[in-house]
Nanobody, 123 residues
Framework: QVQLQESGPGLARPSQTLSLTCTVS??????????WNWIRQAPGKELEWIGA???????YYSPSLKSRTSISRDTSKNQFTLQLSSVTPEDTAVYSC???????????????WGQGTQVTVSS
């Protein structure tokens, strides 16, 4: 059973860079055809896809967040990391990592997902 778990600070300050890590257990980031996604959901808003890294290390980003987003991985640790720069209170949301065969707007159809972690951006 593949498991994903998010970790990182629950509080970020405006203008700082948010860094979240997803740790994968009983699975490999290099398994063919899978995408490893980050999504978020702010209060009262729809689920939003942030970006992903695929099985070969290729990255994909939401056009609306691309300029502030970077996703990387450490295959030796089975971890992939989201960095979101210049955060504002509008970035307050529950952030989740998801594995699946799809990415972008259909990332939420993935077969495994983390429990989600609350991130609050506040001064």
């Amino acid at each position: 059973q593949v498991q994903l778990q998010e970790s990182g600070p629950g509080l970020a300050r405006p203008s700082q860079t948010l860094s979240l890590t997803c740790t994968v257990s009983n699975g490999s980031l290099t398994t063919n055809f899978y995408y490893w996604n980050w999504i978020r959901q702010a209060p009262g808003k729809e689920l939003e896809w942030i970006g992903a890294i695929d099985y070969s290390g290729g990255t994909y980003y939401s056009p609306s967040l691309k300029s502030r987003t970077s996703i990387s991985r450490d295959t030796s640790k089975n971890q992939f990391t989201l960095q979101l720069s210049s955060v504002t209170p509008e970035d307050t949301a529950v952030y989740s990592c998801i594995r699946g065969r799809k990415t972008g707007g259909e990332a939420w159809l993935g077969d495994y997902w983390g429990q989600g972690t609350q991130v609050t951006v506040s001064s």
